[in-house]
């Protein structure tokens, strides 16, 4: 959400747009809605995406406001993780990125690293860099993760100054940049579930990317999951 000569606007970079349609799917794009509103607004969907954006709210997993604190938005925040919560409840695969990989710790009960530069020392917001690879990950063998994009070791954009800290309840860290930072989160139970905290939507044309969105829109083209287990106890 921004606002244009005062007047609110809900917007999406199209580099996500392009990344679903690329792999298939017709994207459509919610507004930002009353909590109350997210089961409703999922059930013409097939999966969830939740794009970058500002930093969420701090209290919402039990921290204080930090000076470096970025683009909260209160009604957005809340909007999400209610999304989250919807979609584990009814089994629709979820992909975050960047903000949204934090979203989805947050909405299961985890938290975040504020400023990674004040916990690490290194910079995670190349701006200016955006589609280039500035560092590599290394993801956790015969993981989901490591499934979709085909590899243990990548590189990769980097265009965030939080991350993951404590995981949510029910998934797992399985990529990290080095110095620890964590940089993709998975279910721990076998749930339709990624988190990652880099851009690959901004690195078209490169297959290893391109691959979290085929997964999304290929789980999504799936019955949904009947399952009922941790996650979606959690939700």
Request: with cysteine; hydrophobic share 45%.
């Amino acid at each position: 959400p921004s606002t244009v000569d005062d007047t609110a606007v809900e917007q999406v970079n199209r580099s996500y747009i392009d990344a679903v349609v690329r792999a298939g799917g017709i994207p459509f794009v919610l507004p930002v809605l009353d909590r109350g509103d997210a089961e409703a607004a999922l059930a013409a969907a097939d999966g969830l995406l939740l794009t970058g954006g500002g930093d969420v709210e701090p209290a919402r997993y039990g921290a204080s406001p930090a000076p470096e604190d970025v683009g909260i938005d209160h009604g957005r925040d809340a909007f999400e993780v209610a999304l989250v919560l919807a979609a584990l409840r009814v089994g629709l695969p979820v992909l975050g990125i960047c903000r949204g990989c934090q979203v989805l710790n947050v909405a299961l009960g985890g938290s975040l690293i504020q400023h990674i530069p004040a916990v690490t020392g290194r910079n995670h917001c190349r701006k200016g860099q955006e589609c280039e690879k500035v560092h590599e990950v290394d993801i956790t063998p015969g993981s989901l993760f490591a499934s979709v994009a085909g590899a243990t070791d990548i590189d990769v954009n980097s265009l965030h100054h939080q991350a993951v800290d404590r995981v949510g309840v029910g998934l797992q860290a399985v990529a990290w940049s080095d110095g620890g930072v964590v940089e993709g989160i998975e279910a721990v139970i076998p749930a339709r579930l990624i988190g990652v905290q880099w851009h690959p939507e901004l690195l078209r044309g490169d297959p290893v990317h391109e691959r979290f969105f085929d997964w999304l829109v290929t789980e999504a083209a799936r019955p949904l999951s009947a399952s009922r287990d941790e996650l979606s106890d959690v939700a």
